[in-house]
């Protein structure tokens, strides 16, 4: 059982940045591959980043590739989202999630992950 508690949304102009970060309980969170999804008002929950259990790997969708930068440190249970240049259209709701994921195909699948955190809004005003 993993429990994951996400923070560091807020409100931020346009082009300016916002680190998330997702906390996660539990001893087996270094097997996990983990992830960022968003979901916007209206929207369905779209991918935005994934990590490889050991941090090697790492994948953005094409909408934030260059801005956000995913990592994560298995020693303090913790995966990040760095993001730059924000724009309108990158706010939303955005969830981090944990999955037993064996191939990297996968990573962009919501429906892959076992757990899912509650939640932080990010706003990005114009």
């Known amino acids: 059982q993993v429990q994951l508690v996400e923070s560091g949304g807020g409100l931020v102009q346009a082009g300016g940045s916002l680190r998330l970060s997702c906390a996660a309980s539990g001893r087996t969170f270094s097997t996990y591959a983990m992830g960022w999804f968003r979901q916007a008002p209206g929207k369905e929950r779209e991918f935005v980043s994934a990590i490889s259990w050991s941090g090697v790997t790492t994948y953005c969708a094409d909408s934030v590739k260059g801005r956000f930068t995913i990592s994560r440190n298995n020693a303090e249970n913790t995966v990040s989202l760095q993001m730059h240049s924000l724009k309108p259209e990158d706010t939303a709701v955005y969830y981090c999630?944990?999955?037993?994921?064996?191939?990297?195909?996968?990573?962009?699948?919501?429906?892959?992950?076992?757990?899912w955190g509650q939640g932080t809004q990010v706003t990005v005003s114009s």
């Open positions: 999630a944990a999955g037993s994921i064996s191939d990297s195909r996968s990573y962009s699948d919501a429906y892959k992950y076992d757990y």
